[in-house]
């Protein structure tokens, strides 16, 4: 059995990809709902419209970070991953997805509130020394990485990650955000014809 963990990530920050990978490495009866519901394209093709229907385990406690309203809270988190955007390219592949993922961070100034308070929340983290595992958002874009990461991760939270099932996942999800910007772009070249 693994251990009970956090997943905080800013929206759109990968945080919700993470937490089903982990939720089908622990559970395999959850794996192949999961999976399926990957390749499933009866949600307007978005992942986004997805992540509703996937099951994740009950003991993956997932947040976006502008939802825990207080820094303080964060020390009754378990065993706390962390999405990070601290660099200026975890920054520009936030803001390259937020072209094509429907949701309120695509706002500039939503975006920057909660861009902040995230970064904040990080500098929280390291000030007061609260054990984390730090995932920057870039590594989630390099596949070498991202496995290599998650290596690590597995000691973290003892939870045994199969590099193939999440190579797997990984590919599938990667595959997807390159479909939803296309589907983006397609959309806004037709607007702008239109008008």
Same mark, same amino acid.
């Given at each position: 059995?693994? !251990?009970p963990?956090?997943v905080i990530?800013?929206?759109s920050?990968?945080?919700? @990809?993470?937490?089903?990978?982990l939720?089908?490495?622990?559970d395999k009866s959850k794996?192949k *709902? ?5 390749d !499933? !394209?009866? &949600?307007?093709?978005?992942w986004?419209?997805?992540e509703s229907? @996937?099951?994740?385990?009950d003991?993956?406690?997932l947040s976006v970070?502008?939802?825990i309203e207080?820094?303080?809270y964060? &020390?009754k988190k ?5 999405v990070?955007?601290q660099t200026d ?6 803001k390259w997805? *937020?072209?094509f ?5 695509a706002s ?8 902040q308070y995230h970064?904040?929340?990080?500098? &929280?983290?390291?000030n007061?020394?609260?054990? &984390?595992?730090?995932?920057p %958002? !870039?590594i @989630? @874009?390099d596949?070498? %990485?991202?496995i $290599?990461k998650l290596?690590?991760?597995? *000691?973290?939270i003892?939870?045994d990650l ?5 190579r797997?996942?990984? $590919? ?5 955000n390159?479909k939803?910007r296309?589907?983006?772009v397609k959309e ?6 239109v008008s």
């Amino acid at each position: 059995m693994f !251990n009970p963990c956090s997943v905080i990530y800013v929206s759109s920050g990968g945080g919700n @990809f993470l937490a089903q990978i982990l939720t089908a490495h622990a559970d395999k009866s959850k794996m192949k *709902q999961i999976t399926t519901s990957q390749d !499933n !394209n009866d &949600y307007d093709g978005k992942w986004t419209n997805k992540e509703s229907i @996937f099951d994740l385990h009950d003991d993956i406690d997932l947040s976006v970070s502008s939802n825990i309203e207080r820094f303080e809270y964060l &020390y009754k988190k378990s065993k706390i991953i962390f999405v990070s955007v601290q660099t200026d390219k975890d920054k520009e592949i936030l803001k390259w997805r *937020q072209m094509f993922l429907d949701n309120n961070m695509a706002s500039p100034e939503v975006f920057k509130i909660r861009y902040q308070y995230h970064f904040e929340m990080k500098n &929280y983290l390291d000030n007061k020394n609260i054990t &984390y595992f730090d995932i920057p %958002l !870039n590594i @989630f @874009f390099d596949t070498h %990485l991202f496995i $290599k990461k998650l290596a690590g991760l597995k *000691q973290y939270i003892n939870l045994d990650l199969d590099d193939n099932l999440t190579r797997k996942m990984h $590919k599938k999800w990667i595959k997807q955000n390159i479909k939803e910007r296309q589907m983006k772009v397609k959309e806004l070249e037709r607007r702008k014809n239109v008008s």
